[in-house]
């Protein structure tokens, strides 16, 4: 807990902004019930697991892993990637456009990258399994891109 404590300049903003995109999947979800739409429910679901709670994972075990906390700027840009990717794949699959989506895909992996980095040195069973959390989010945004050409929501 004294290693998140220590860390906290550079991991409050994936805390932040992942609390506040649950809150909103939340609030999406309750309004977009009632008129059973599917892009409601997937943007809901997409809000609170990917830019909420991945966020927050990927922010607090980033900080517990790594043996220096990595300068804050590059946990700024993280969350500015990670948002903005977000961000554009909602509006992109919500929209039909997909071009848009895949730059967010790429803003995404960046931030993923990132977090790959900021961890490199940091082993043991818990890197491991946090590598491979990262890596299936990468291919997680590979699929997601792929299947929205292939059945687009609305």
């Known amino acids: 807990m004294l290693r998140v404590h220590a860390c906290w300049p550079q991991v409050r903003f994936f805390g932040l902004f992942g609390a506040v995109e649950i809150v909103i999947g939340g609030l999406i979800a309750a309004g977009s019930a009632p008129l059973h739409s599917e892009v409601g429910a997937w943007a809901a679901a997409y809000l609170v697991l990917v830019g909420g709670v991945a966020q927050i994972a990927i922010g607090s075990t980033q900080a517990l892993l790594s043996r220096r906390p990595p300068a804050r ?27 848009v989506g895949d730059v967010g895909g790429l803003m995404l992996i960046g931030a993923l990258a990132l977090s790959l980095r900021a961890v490199r040195d940091a082993v043991g069973h818990g890197a491991r399994l946090y590598q491979a959390f990262l890596a299936t989010l990468a291919v997680s945004v590979v699929v997601g891109q792929v299947v929205v050409r292939i059945h687009p929501l609305g």
Do not use: E, F, K, R
């Not at 993280?78 to 456009?97: E, K, S």
């Open 73 to 99: 700027n590059v946990g700024d840009v993280q969350v500015v990637l990670w948002n903005g990717g977000n961000v554009a794949v909602i509006t992109a699959t919500a929209a039909g456009m997909p071009t």
